[in-house]
């Protein structure tokens, strides 16, 4: 964990002090990657993850899941979906419209935080620290009320099969939070709470009594899916602290450091992608993960001009 994060913290830092001849060439090299492994993400796609199974093979990974490319390129389609942002911030500077475009498809929670910046980049900085504050706040909450809502029986609306499970999975997390509240359960305690043999079928059955939803999993099966709800089950509320501390601070550098509308824009819009994604999908801790937003971040750092900075010329004014 620990070098984990110092690899990081060097990632940044070397982003951070790159002269204007280096951050021309990392400019390139960023759209040029991007662009290169976007493609090979539609390749694999296309032919049903042939140059995954292809790799696993070679290292004697099972490739059950051959046969649905979603399955194996789950994290390769996440990790894709943060590092578009500094390959767009990248060709919007250097008006590189045609890459922009195409580039622009991936994003979503993201897109919407850009676009609210640039509209209104003094207030919307402000709200989105309150609203980390009041989500944070209010995590341990949100899936009792949800749960509520939704009832024991019946479709529950839009929500898909996945969602409903973490929606049971975050219930649980809630219960264990209301345990201990204050220090947690220890660090990356979530997936020693239980184990195969508490698993249990679950069932949800729609008004006319037939099968909805079922499962076989153990309450919490290794983390709960959600980073906001491990940080709280594990580290408690000092835990989840100095997490909304961190976050916090990112917002205020953003606010503070970056003068341009849009530069703002793409540091709250990455931010608004990691915490979305964060917030509904992997452990905090995996070692791959903190590893793909260490580099997001050294990647953000090297594209935004320093702070007080002037633009290259091939920049929009």
Known sequence: ???TLLGGLVLVNTGSTMDPKERTWFEGAVVAGGCTGFGLLVVEFLSGASMTVWLRDLVGKPSINAMNPVLLLNSATTVAALYVWPCIWVAWCR????VFAGLLAGLA???VLFGAVVAGPRVVPAVSAA??????AAAPLIPGWVYTAVGDVGEPGPMSFSGYHR???WEATADHIRNRPVLGHGFDTA????????????????ADGTVWWKSHFEPIPLHPHNAVLQIWLELGV?????MLGMLLVIVAAVAVALRDRFDKAFGLGVLGSAVFISSVS?????????GALALLAAFCVGALPPPGGRRPEHAVS
Do not use: E, K, T
Request: hydrophobic fraction near 60%; charged fraction near 15%; proline fraction near 0%.
């Open 282 to 290: 992997y452990g905090i801790w995996q070692a791959w993960w903190m």
């Open 167 to 169: 929606l049971i999975i």
């Open 131 to 136: 609203i980390l504050v009041a989500g944070v």
């Open 95 to 98: 008006r590189w419209w045609l």
């Open 238 to 242: 000092i835990g989840a602290a100095m």
């Open 191 to 206: 997936r020693a709470l239980y184990d195969s043999s508490d698993r249990r079928m679950n069932y949800r059955f729609r």
């Open 1 to 3: 964990m620990a070098l």
């Open 109 to 111: 929670c993201g897109a």
